[in-house]
T-cell receptor
Framework: DTGVSQDPRHKITKRGQNVTFRCDPISEHNRLYWYRQTLGQGPEFLTY????????KSRLLSDRFSAERPKGSFSTLEIQRTEQGDSAMYLC??????????????FGPGTRLTVL | GNSVTQMEGPVTLSEEAFLTINCTYTATGYPSLFWYVQYPGEGLQLLLK?????DKGSNKGFEATYRKETTSFHLEKGSVQVSDSAVYFCALRSLMDSSYKLIFGSGTRLLVRP
């Protein structure tokens, strides 16, 4: 078990370009989360998958953002027509679908996006 | 709505000093409470958690007690080390939220000097 991995770790892009990030959760974890963290702030929830189903999306997730989790394993987060305000650290986390009181999320190292 | 408020940092201490980082929350029902730590260049790591009132979470010398009456979950350590320098995040999860998503505070940076 190597933990949650994310790729790439850093991405620099020009405004208007599309970017895609990948998250590989801990194997057998059926819940997968995406969060966004801006400088000096705590992570903010973006979206959540249980297996392959995307069950909740935050209002932060504009129509330029799309996330998928085909086959309930890895997940991708795509941002279309990037804007400078999209610059942030994008975090992925995974957990088992245990009881709410015991469910623990494990985080990946994040993908830092810089939009020029 | 649910929210978490942490004391602003940075908190600067000398090695072996006593640490307190304040955290208060607003939530419907009785949430689970967490402290995560982010070391420089690394991802968030769960430090400790508590799932019901009066529970005490502890790990690596850190402790926090779930206080329902004051809606608080303050993080403490009796003697900090230089290696404890990091950003600490308090978070909650509402049991009424089927997604189990975490709601974080803004983080408190701790700097421990030798």
């Amino acid at each position: 078990d190597t933990g949650v991995s994310q790729d790439p770790r850093h991405k620099i892009t020009k405004r208007g370009q599309n970017v895609t990030f990948r998250c590989d959760p801990i194997s057998e974890h059926n819940r997968l989360y995406w969060y966004r963290q801006t400088l000096g702030q705590g992570p903010e929830f973006l979206t959540y998958f249980q297996n392959e189903a995307q069950l909740e999306k935050s209002r932060l997730l504009s129509d330029r953002f799309s996330a998928e989790r085909p086959k309930g394993s890895f997940s991708t987060l795509e941002i279309q027509r990037t804007e400078q305000g999209d610059s942030a650290m994008y975090l992925c986390a995974s957990s088992n679908s245990g009881r709410a009181s015991t469910d623990t999320q494990y985080f990946g190292p994040g993908t830092r996006l810089t939009v020029l | 709505g649910n929210s978490v408020t942490q004391m602003e940092g940075p908190v600067t201490l000398s090695e072996e000093a006593f640490l307190t980082i304040n955290c208060t929350y607003t939530a419907t029902g009785y949430p689970s409470l967490f402290w995560y730590v982010q070391y420089p260049g690394e991802g968030l790591q769960l430090l400790l958690k508590a799932t019901k009132a009066d529970d005490k979470g502890s790990n690596k010398g850190f402790e926090a007690t779930y206080r329902k009456e004051t809606t608080s979950f303050h993080l403490e350590k009796g003697s900090v080390q230089v290696s404890d320098s990091a950003v600490y995040f308090c978070a909650l999860r509402s049991l009424m939220d089927s997604s189990y998503k975490l709601i974080f505070g803004s983080g408190t940076r701790l700097l421990v000097r030798p």
